[in-house]
């Protein structure tokens, strides 16, 4: 393929493949599954009864699709809905299960037909971990650790009995909890001590059942709230593994104005790579702290709630946060990836909002109707990450320039596979002009490229649609050119590229 002219060659990168750092833990690629708008009723559960192709009562399609992803874990039941959540009313038959009304989210009616055995058996299905958020909010120890022992306990218990008696025999045991959710908000609006002391009686009562050992991860907050983290650690920072860290893309001008998710223009598409940057700042004020209290980085910093969030779609349920899904979305969710890859050594699991039909969604979905987003092709292209090592890498990069304000124009990852095939994701962020970037390779002989994959479209703001569901795919790239140890890459605006070397 012939460079083209509008390619620069500022962007030198340098990779030591012989020094490892971190491991990309395949965690960091989880997902998030709500009860909120139609996240789970119709996105990924419509009954055994439905005329809609399902397998179990789940959305085939969405299953097959979701298989294809590999999906590490899922975080259930929420987010906000998790603090007034019961668990007791999800289980057992379904015609029996109580009605509730879902506050948070439209106040629509939670019928409660999708609840525990139906999550988890999803997980199965999967082949995922379940992340599974406890109520602090509104709930008690005491149903937590209820809960808990019937998901875990295979002994003669109560709990346990009454899993059998709803037809599962063996537990499933779940490993990662969540205690609270946004403590400092919807999950009761509390300060930072007495959330610390709070959960500390929670965590208190989180038993090993049957050798299975619980991953708990604490309500952090968002953003650059730096203080709640420190009181959290210092107080409690030795009864839990995780701590969690929120943060949204906002591409508008506010969170009452978070802009379009189709009407934008480079403006909007140039300012959402900007706030999706920032996320790095986020992670290391937040990992700095935690040094203080946790030198050997032995708490994980959990990222289970991120993405771009904008205004709903008109004429769609306000409470449903339904938005379409873009190729500056796509783009979003790479640089995010490359963030989170980079802080590995501390971000051990995140989880991107969310699955289906809801705010950054890998899946859109319209009865029986189902597309793929831009952000799904991007978590395709970004297996090739999972559990392999971070690189070394050292960037000098071209600019972004727009209205006077500047980002990089290339982000990256490089890692290492156990086979010891490196693996390159690369985006152009630049709205209209290309990029070559040469890579030297160090520490390792490059014997070829395998074929790689792209993803790009003719505009920031194009979508997949029920219409035109292929609008933004993955292609394959042969932008490249390998000389010995050099790898010269041609980068089309506004795209992103994987490729292996071996």
């Not at 058996?121 to 599974?132: G, H, I, K, M, Q």
């Not at 860290?245 to 506010?254: D, K, P, Q, R």
């Not at 092709?377 to 500047?406: I, K, P, S």
């Not at 982000?411 to 030297?440: M, R, W, Y």
Request: hydrophobic content about 35%; overall charge negative; charged content about 25%.
């Amino acid at each position: 393929m012939m460079f083209g002219a509008a390619a620069n060659a500022q962007n030198q990168i340098t990779i030591s493949a012989d020094q490892e750092l971190s491991k990309i833990d395949r965690h960091i690629y989880g997902h998030f599954a709500e009860h909120l708008g139609t996240g789970i009723y119709g996105g990924v559960w419509v009954g055994e009864d439905s005329e809609i192709p399902n397998t179990e009562g789940y959305r085939t399609d969405v299953l097959e699709a979701l298989q294809r992803l590999e999906v590490p874990n899922i975080r259930w039941p929420g987010g906000c809905f998790a603090d007034e959540y019961y668990w007791m009313d999800g289980i057992g038959p379904r015609d029996e299960r109580p009605a509730r009304i879902n506050t948070h989210w439209g106040m629509v009616i939670e019928d409660n037909s999708f609840g525990t055995h139906e999550f988890l058996r999803l997980t199965e299905l999967l082949d995922a971990e379940p992340v599974v958020a406890m109520n602090v909010g509104s709930g008690t120890p005491r149903e937590m650790q209820q809960w808990i022992e019937y998901m875990n306990f295979d002994g003669d218990s109560e709990m346990a009995n009454l899993r059998r008696r709803n037809g599962r025999d063996e537990p499933w045991g779940v490993k990662y909890v969540g205690v609270g959710n946004e403590s400092w908000g919807c999950g009761g609006n509390m300060r930072p001590e007495y959330y610390a002391d709070l959960y500390r009686r929670f965590a208190t009562y989180i038993r090993t059942y049957s050798g299975n050992e619980i991953f708990r991860v604490a309500s952090g907050f968002d953003t650059a709230r730096y203080w709640w983290t420190d009181t959290l650690m210092d107080r409690a920072g030795n009864m839990m593994e995780g701590i969690s860290l929120h943060y949204y893309t906002i591409a508008g001008e506010s969170w009452q104005s978070k802009g379009s998710s189709v009407d934008f223009e480079e403006d909007e598409y140039f300012s959402g790579l900007q706030a999706a940057l920032r996320l790095d700042e986020f992670i290391e004020g937040h990992s700095n702290r935690m040094d203080r209290y946790d030198p050997d980085k032995r708490v994980a910093l959990v990222v289970d709630e991120w993405g771009i969030w904008t205004d709903p779609l008109p004429g769609s349920n306000p409470g449903f946060l339904q938005q379409q899904n873009s190729l500056r979305d796509a783009l979003i969710a790479s640089i995010s990836l490359d963030i989170l890859n980079k802080h590995s050594d501390r971000v051990r699991m995140a989880n991107i909002a969310q699955m289906v039909n809801v705010l950054q969604a890998m899946i859109l979905t319209d009865g029986e109707d189902m597309v793929l987003t831009p952000t799904y092709h991007v978590f395709d292209m970004y297996r090739t990450h999972f559990d392999a090592r971070l690189l070394h890498t050292h960037v000098q990069v071209d600019d972004y320039e727009y209205n006077g304000e500047r980002i990089p124009a290339v982000s990256l990852t490089a890692s290492k596979s156990d086979s010891g095939q490196l693996n390159l994701t690369l985006t152009n962020l630049k709205a209209g002009e290309a990029q070559q970037v040469n890579i030297d390779i160090r520490g390792q002989d490059v014997g070829g490229v395998l074929p790689g994959k792209i993803l790009t479209a003719d505009e920031v703001n194009a979508v997949n649609t029920f219409d035109d569901p292929e609008r933004v795919t993955l292609q394959e790239f042969d932008g490249y050119q390998l000389n010995r140890n050099t790898l010269t890459l041609s980068l089309p605006a506004k795209s992103v590229v994987m490729v292996t070397l071996e």
